[in-house]
């Protein structure tokens, strides 16, 4: 947890009223219910891990505005997805996101994993103007939106 090895840092949890009425609590953690869709609270940084693969294009660009919106000049979304390969190699790493790829395309109404191109179009239609993507481990990255 972000909160518990920097203590300077104070955490928001956004999410449904159902889902935050079961929330433990957890120390710099301030659990808010709310739709992201709707707003996101203002933040210097907006950590999404795992949330944009749920989605079609159309619903990451409306979270992506929420969070440019609730952001200050400069601030950041910290997103942490797979992100899928141009060209497929036979290596675990990549059968690994193929296959997350058809699990979110079955599971969900629109979500799917993303080319590096496509979540920085994302980014493009949300307004942010800078974008990195860096790997961290098997097939996940960190990317970088900056306001």
């Known amino acids: 947890m972000?909160?518990?090895r920097h203590p300077h840092?104070?955490?928001i949890?956004?999410?449904l009223p159902h889902v935050i009425s079961g929330a433990q609590p957890l120390p710099g953690v301030q659990h808010v219910s709310g739709d992201m869709f709707e707003?996101?609270?203002s933040?210097?940084?907006i950590f999404l891990k795992w949330i944009l693969h749920d989605w079609t294009d159309e619903h990451c660009v409306k979270l992506l505005k929420n969070c440019w919106k609730?952001?200050?000049e400069k601030g950041k979304v910290i997103v942490m997805e797979c992100i899928l390969p141009p060209l497929p190699e036979a290596t675990p790493r990549d059968q690994y996101?193929?296959?997350l790829d058809i699990c979110m395309l079955t599971?969900?109404?629109g979500g799917k994993e993303r080319t590096k191109q496509e979540f920085q179009a994302l980014a493009m239609d949300a307004e942010f103007t800078g974008f990195k993507a860096l790997p961290v481990f098997a097939g996940t990255c960190v990317m970088e939106l900056t306001k």
């Open 2 to 4: 972000i909160t518990s």
């Open 70 to 72: 609730a952001l200050p």
């Open 39 to 41: 707003a996101v609270p």
């Open 9 to 11: 840092i104070k955490g």
């Open 97 to 99: 996101i193929y296959q």
């Open 107 to 109: 599971y969900t109404i």
């Open 13 to 15: 949890n956004l999410d």
């Open 43 to 45: 933040g210097d940084a």
